[in-house]
Every structure is written in structure tokens, then in C-alpha cells.
């Protein structure tokens, strides 16, 4: 996969690293306090074609919309 991709495009079991939120003010906040920040290390627990993506980032897991997660962009490299 290509660097700077959506998160939805990451396959289950695959690490990557945040290197941008493109959302509104509120959510880009709310994911910041959850542990999105640029550089923070990503794995997917979860990811099927329906229903939530579930992730692991500083220790914890989190199931996101997928709508949400198509806001946050990784590197897979």
C-alpha cells in the first residue's frame, strides 16, 4: 500500500503509523484525546468490508465508525 492512506485501507493484523487527521475541529480533538496524534503506532484488530474498525493505539482499543476511520490517515512503511 501506498504511504498516506486512509485507515479503512489497512488489512487486520497490519502496524502503521498516523500521520494526519483530516476532520472537523471536534473530531480531530476527540481523536487526539483517544491517542490519534501524528507518529502514534496502529494496529488493526478488525477490519471487515461492514461495520466498525477495530484498532489498538497506545495500549488501548477502540471500534471507529467507518466514517470516522477514513478521517485518519496511516503509513503502513
Known amino acids: 500500500m501506498s504511504p ?3 485507515l479503512t485501507m ?3 493484523g497490519k502496524q502503521g503509523r498516523v500521520t494526519k487527521i483530516k476532520a472537523g475541529r471536534k473530531l480531530t ?3 487526539i ?3 490519534f496524534v501524528e507518529g502514534a503506532l496502529i494496529r488493526i484488530i ?3 468490508f461492514r461495520g466498525p474498525v477495530m ?3 497506545n495500549g488501548s482499543k ?3 465508525g467507518r ?3 477514513m478521517k485518519i490517515m496511516v503509513d503502513d512503511s
Open 4 to 6: 498516506n492512506m486512509p
Open 29 to 31: 480533538r476527540r481523536l
Open 62 to 64: 477502540y471500534a471507529l
Open 55 to 57: 484498532v489498538a493505539v
Open 67 to 69: 466514517g470516522m476511520a
Open 46 to 48: 478488525k477490519a471487515d
Open 33 to 35: 484525546e483517544m491517542g
Open 10 to 12: 489497512m488489512s487486520e
